[in-house]
């Protein structure tokens, strides 16, 4: 494939002078105001003294802007780091100094978010490479460095002069985390756009047909994708510029929306906010990561209302979107997360995690993934990066499932996942029956130690009148291995959550630890 067709200005291409491209808040971008908008950005990087091989740290909701400079810095050779809009100080401290990021955009106020107070919170000497802050909304903020407004979309500073390389590095996400910050997944316009195109195709969308809304924010993979994705289209994006039910229930009604991405608790929200039977005629595929307990019976609600659920899988290392179910897919298939590759070239295989061999059919283990949309490597993290890859070149997910024909499943994170009785347990089964139970609202189950032998501790969120343990697993024991009945079952008012760019997640980590302090105290 020629470079010019893997670039991220190619998702643009021959569709310039196609109708609308984008619409924010009601207003119309069309693809030939798209590509202006990001010339003059190039432009104004360029003046800014941005180029090859430099880091623009973007701190914005989803806007324009958002994505005029990620397209201007491929045009450069620079590189955006993606700040999610929901971290605090210490994280925006930690991508800036990692990422060695020269410029930050960053909003000057978003809804109940102060950034300014935020960047107040950074000292200068732990992001000694930042030179400038530009803001989008207002002349200036308060800050330490120098400040000036984001206003390349009405200035003519000289056309940048372009470069051509597509496997350079030009967007960073941020991992989901470990105890020592985010590691930042490095990709280039050969990778985002191959996968955007292969998105589309896979997808079959048509430009007169396909609406997107998008709800995801753009500095995760999920939002990202799904967005490059109908880019590669030539479909109409409708953009909320951060998730709210009712706005997106507005936008699905009124404006003929085929596509959507989220996760369960959006779509639940959403869903809860009208009584009509079927609200989306249009809908055609909603792609949902299933982050919350309660997400089959979501699914079958959704699907009796006419919002089809579809699962899929990604991460940010091989993009969101590398798979998703098919329509023919039964539709109990069709809601667990995996599902079918969106790139003919992409491969999966899983490998058993107890012999280090490659599994068969339907045995659990850690996936392993090559394809076009991996990422190039974890930025400034050579260790990590060869941790990560496999010597023929496959990615390491860490995550747990089984190949199914042509597709696979995926299970649970490999650190959630639970080896009881010499068997790999993903949580979710015993969740599921515990949630079945008379008297249980909802329910996580975790791995701990218990008298020198790996036991699972289920704790429970009550619906009414606490459960007695005895009733639960004597109901368990009939449907059940075992080896897979709880040892404890603890109930709790809440389980800790966490936000990440992607969705609202269970703090797993902490919902063990709580367990742990519960049996000491026997």
Not at 28 to 35: A, G
Not at 132 to 158: H, L, M, N, Y
Not at 209 to 235: D, E, N, V, W, Y
């Amino acid at each position: 494939m020629h470079a010019d067709d893997v670039s991220l200005q190619s998702l643009i291409g021959s569709r310039t002078a196609a109708g609308r491209a984008f619409m924010f808040d009601g207003q119309p971008v069309s693809r030939t105001e798209f590509s202006g908008k990001i010339e003059r950005t190039a432009a104004w990087l360029a003046a800014q003294d941005i180029g090859k091989g430099d880091v623009v740290a973007v701190w914005l909701v989803n806007r324009v802007e958002w994505i005029a400079l990620l397209f201007a810095a491929a045009r450069l050779g620079a590189i955006v780091a993606a700040v999610n809009t929901r971290y605090r100080s210490a994280e925006v401290a930690h991508l800036l100094k990692l990422s060695g990021a020269k410029l930050l955009v960053v909003e000057a106020a978003f809804r109940s978010t102060d950034f300014a107070s935020i960047l107040a919170g950074i000292a200068k000497t732990d992001v000694p490479a930042l030179q400038a802050v530009a803001v989008v909304g207002a002349d200036a903020i308060a800050a330490q460095w120098p400040c000036k407004r984001f206003d390349a979309f009405e200035t003519s500073d000289p056309p940048a002069p372009a470069q051509d390389d597509v496997n350079l590095p030009v967007l960073l996400y941020t991992t989901s985390g470990t105890t020592k910050g985010p590691k930042l997944v490095a990709h280039s316009q050969r990778t985002l756009a191959t996968h955007a195109k292969a998105v589309a195709e896979a997808l079959q969308l048509s430009p007169q047909r396909h609406q997107l809304l998008a709800m995801l924010p753009f500095c995760g993979t999920f939002g990202m994708t799904s967005l490059l994705g109908f880019i590669a289209a030539g479909a109409t994006i409708h953009v909320l510029d951060a998730f709210e039910a009712a706005p997106a229930l507005r936008i699905l009604s009124e404006h003929k929306i085929t596509h959507s991405f989220g996760s369960d608790e959006m779509f639940r929200r959403i869903l809860a906010l009208t009584d009509a039977p079927r609200p989306f005629p249009h809908l055609e595929v909603c792609g949902f990561a299933a982050f919350q307990p309660g997400w089959r019976e979501l699914a079958a609600e959704a699907e009796a209302r006419g919002l089809p659920l579809f699962g899929l899988y990604g991460s940010s290392e091989v993009q969101a979107l590398f798979s998703i179910a098919r329509p023919t897919d039964a539709f109990a298939e069709r809601i667990e997360g995996g599902g079918w590759p969106m790139s003919s070239d992409a491969q999966v295989r899983v490998r058993d995690t107890e012999t280090g061999e490659l599994a068969a059919q339907g045995v659990s283990g850690e996936i392993e993934i090559s394809a076009p949309s991996r990422f190039l490597r974890y930025f400034n993290n050579p260790e990590a990066t060869r941790e990560a890859i496999t010597a023929d070149g496959f990615f390491r997910t860490g995550d747990i499932g089984r190949l199914r024909g042509g597709a696979f499943v995926y299970e649970t994170r490999a650190g959630d996942a639970m080896r009881l009785g010499g068997f790999l347990v993903a949580p979710g089964e015993i969740e599921d029956e515990l949630k079945s139970c008379a008297g249980v609202a909802d329910a996580q189950v975790v791995a701990v130690e218990l008298r020198g032998q790996a036991r699972c501790v289920a704790l429970v969120i009550p619906a009414g009148a606490a459960p007695r343990q005895e009733t639960l697993v004597a109901r368990l024991r009939d449907r059940l291995a075992s080896y897979k009945l709880p040892a404890r079952i603890y109930v709790v008012d809440a389980f800790p959550v966490t936000d990440s760019a992607n969705g609202v997640k269970i703090q797993r980590a902490k919902l063990r630890a709580m367990a742990m302090e519960r049996i000491a105290t026997e």
